[in-house]
């Protein structure tokens, strides 16, 4: 029964290509995230949609579109990859509709980009 | 910049001993203080939470001590157990927007 799934777990590509990365999740939660690893495990939010509304778009490189096509699913899809966004990508969900500082974010298992 | 500093980047610890992980935020704006625990491979699992009107809170073998006034908090572990080395991320929150520390690295040697 996972809670927040992710797809692919691992994804290797050359640079210049398109790449997607899916996630899932079953707790019925109304606002979801994307965060990336850095390779010194630095954690930092991209994005957050809220009932398939964008709320937080942090300083990315527009290459990075987030595409939530129900509050069950967001989709992270980046074009022209370049070397620089090897990392490991997590989802995260949590409750609130209206974001809570207190609702706690339950994270997928990570998907690992690596661009050659 | 760096909205949470933590510390120390690593730690090495014997079973039974208290590791400390120390933070430090800037942002009076943040209102929730979580503690998440990643183990390798895995994403992070929230460990333990605080609110900034309270000085302590205890969950099992993990306490949160939080000084509002230093703008500080930290995770003591007790006990430690060799099933407890993992990566530590102390975070703050506003809203939705979790700002996490670069995180501890823990090894308890048994």
């Known amino acids: 029964d996972t809670a927040v799934s992710q797809t692919p777990k691992y994804l290797v590509t050359q640079m210049g290509n398109d790449k997607s990365i899916k996630c899932e999740q079953n707790?019925?939660?109304?606002?979801m995230y994307w965060y990336k690893q850095d390779s010194k495990k630095f954690l930092k939010i991209m994005f957050s949609?809220?009932?398939?509304?964008?709320?937080i778009n942090e300083t990315v490189p527009n290459r990075f579109s987030p595409k939530s096509p129900d509050k069950a699913h967001l989709n992270l899809h980046i074009n022209s990859l370049e070397l620089g966004d090897s990392a490991v990508y997590f989802c995260a969900s949590s409750q609130g509709l209206t974001g809570s500082s207190t609702d706690t974010q339950y994270f997928g298992p990570g998907t690992r980009l690596t661009v050659l | 910049q760096q909205q949470v500093k933590q510390s120390p980047q690593s730690l090495i610890v014997q079973k039974g001993g208290i590791p400390i992980i120390n933070c430090a935020y800037e942002?009076?704006?943040?209102?929730?203080f979580p503690w998440y625990q990643q183990f390798p491979g895995k994403g992070p699992a929230l460990l333990i939470a605080i609110r900034p009107d309270v000085s302590e809170k205890k969950e099992g073998r993990f306490t949160i001590s939080f000084n509002k006034s230093a703008k500080q908090f930290s995770l003591h572990i007790m006990d430690s157990q060799p099933g407890d080395s993992a990566t530590y991320f102390c975070?703050?929150?506003?809203?939705?927007?979790?700002?996490f520390g670069a995180g501890t690295i823990l090894r308890v040697k048994s």
């Open positions: 707790l019925g939660h109304d606002t």
């Open positions: 975070a703050a929150t506003y809203g939705n927007k979790l700002v």
């Open positions: 949609y809220n009932n398939k509304e964008l709320i």
């Open positions: 942002n009076t704006a943040f209102d929730y």
